[in-house]
């Protein structure tokens, strides 16, 4: 089935105006690099965690 590129222009006209409205919004902006930063911090806090059990078992010379 041939898709009609009509269709391809609406959606991505819809995906830049879509686009445009968000980055006009400095609150979904500051919100978008809360949520990443927060997801590097539990992954720097499980590497440590990792880090804290192998100083330990080195410690213990297990």
């Known amino acids: 089935m041939k ?10 006209t819809q995906l830049l105006a879509d686009a445009d409205r968000r980055l ?3 609150h979904a902006i500051d919100a978008a690099q809360v949520h990443a930063t927060l997801a590097v911090a539990a992954a720097v806090r499980d590497a440590s965690a990792v880090l804290e059990q192998l100083t330990r078992t080195i410690a213990r010379g297990n």
């Open 24 to 26: 006009a919004d400095s």
């Open 3 to 12: 898709t009609d590129p009509g269709d391809h222009r609406h959606t991505a």
